[in-house]
């Protein structure tokens, strides 16, 4: 059973380029959340899809935008990157319709270099 | 305000001997959950243990317990027997709003655990 891939691993970008980071969902899970974790800071909610639509957004500019697909693999935008935009992105998944079901299960993140 | 602090910038703990990592959180929302990641230098983040705001007795997942004190809206992380593998940063986080497949969580900034032979 596979668990959340995420890629690339690794990318380095130039200040003011776009970049598109890659998710696939844990096997039998719809939602897909993102989270951007800058070096020494905890994970900050960026925004969630659930069923292609953009469910819930966190406090991120309209520079990050994503999308999700029918098989629920979902891909994070961020466009004009600034310095700052260096972190390390998580992908979490989870089945969003249960109720029950508490646990969002991490991918091993895209580690985003902006020189 | 912050919703989830950790106090703890970093830990040291000898081999085999037991280290509690602090939380303490903030919300007004009578449902909500706590959890703890730990995140090896590889960055996946590893989900540990989990309490809800209802839950009547502390959580426990093998070596790893929650010491859930809620009038004092803290959730403090025991690991007993530590292992020189369970050197990581490790993350409190919570949920707010009934238990939910859509839920968000918000993290603390982290206490990174070292232990020594």
């Known amino acids: 059973d596979a668990g959340v891939t995420q890629s690339p691993t690794h990318l380095i970008k130039t200040r003011g380029q776009q970049v598109t980071l890659r998710c696939s969902p844990k096997?039998?899970?719809?939602?897909v959340s993102w989270y951007q974790q800058a070096l020494g800071q905890g994970p900050q909610f960026i925004f969630q899809?659930?069923?292609?639509?953009?469910?819930q957004r966190g406090n991120f500019p309209d520079r990050f935008s994503g999308h999700q697909f029918p098989n629920y693999s979902s891909e994070l935008n961020v466009n004009a990157l600034l310095l700052g935009d260096s972190a390390l992105y998580l992908c979490?998944?989870?089945?969003?319709?249960?109720?029950?079901?508490?646990?969002?299960?991490f991918g091993p993140g895209t580690r985003l270099t902006v020189t | 305000a912050q919703k989830i602090t950790q106090t703890q910038p970093g830990m040291f703990v000898q081999e085999k001997e037991a280290v509690t990592l602090d939380c303490t959180y903030d919300?007004?929302?009578?449902?909500?959950?706590l959890f703890w990641y730990k995140q090896p230098s590889s960055g996946e983040m590893i989900f540990l243990i989990y309490?809800?705001?209802?839950?009547?007795q502390n959580a426990t997942e093998g070596r790893y317990s929650l010491n859930f004190q809620k009038a004092r809206k803290s959730a403090n992380l025991v690991i007993s027997a530590s292992q020189l593998g369970d050197s990581a940063m490790y993350f409190c986080?919570?949920?707010?709003?009934?238990?939910?497949?859509?839920?968000?969580?918000?993290f603390g900034k982290g206490t990174m655990l070292l232990v020594s032979p």
């Open positions: 899809y659930y069923e292609e639509e953009e469910r």
């Open positions: 979490a998944s989870s089945l969003g319709d249960v109720g029950a079901s508490y646990e969002q299960y």
């Open positions: 096997s039998g899970h719809d939602t």
């Open positions: 919300t007004s929302d009578p449902s909500y959950g």
């Open positions: 309490q809800g705001s209802y839950d009547q």
């Open positions: 986080a919570m949920r707010e709003g009934p238990n939910s497949g859509y839920s968000t969580l918000t």
